[in-house]
């Protein structure tokens, strides 16, 4: 058996085996308390599977679809899966990508209204000693930006990024991951540099190493990144490295990127071992 896809709830996953099924593809979903897994019982059948599975994702309301729930008397409900609709961007993120958003956009808009009031209160400590009793500020740097075009950039990608992690695995996954990978790479930022940074692009580049490294080592999963998007984003981590585009936190980015690229390792294999001993 091998996981092909999660989802939050188990509807679509039900729809999905019908749809193979017609096609002669055995897979079986498996109810649990945060959604459902589809697997694939052939491993031959993999390849035919994902192309199903992709051509749902893109156009779930295609004929094909909603004949085939229509013979099962489950009309397919699009409204429950994020990037299952066509025009409304915001439903279609999960709950934790929208209130980092949603913080990141109030942080940066609060420069005109309080001053740096909020920046003083998120921005890195000036020794590691304040950490302990002000432990937030671990964290909280990765919600500072300074210009329009850095928060833009940034809030692009975490969307892009976080909304997988949240759809295929769940919003309890993305937060743990942005916490560790915003620790480290602020943490690291801070030695390279002192305290004067801030920003999401740590956790960005986690987020990158994290579904890079977890679609080569379960690549039953079907959700890995595609490599154009991880040589697009190492290209820029470069480009940054050169100080062409300014003063860049090019330690975090590092850092962000390999602590992603460990947790996005051991989490795909323990999972893929979960998947091979049924």
Known sequence: MQELVRFKQAQPAHLLVQVMAQQGIRAEVEETTDGAILRVSDADQFDLARTVLEEFLANPAAPRFQQSAWQVSEPVALGAQPGMFTGDWWRSIGPMVKIVFVVCAVVFLSQWFVGGLFYNALSFPQSLAELSTQPWRLFTPALMHLTALHIIFNLLWWVDLGRIVERFQSSWQLLWLTLA??????????????????????????????????????????????????ILMVAWLFICMTGFVGNIANTAHVVGLLSGCAIGAVTGLMRRGRTLEQ
């Open 181 to 230: 990978t915003a620790a480290a790479s602020n943490l690291a930022q801070f030695y390279a540099s002192g305290p004067g940074f801030g920003g999401l692009s740590g956790v960005v580049y986690g987020l990158l190493g994290y579904l890079w490294l977890y679609g080569k080592t379960n690549p039953g999963a079907g959700y890995g990144l595609r490599k154009e998007v991880v």
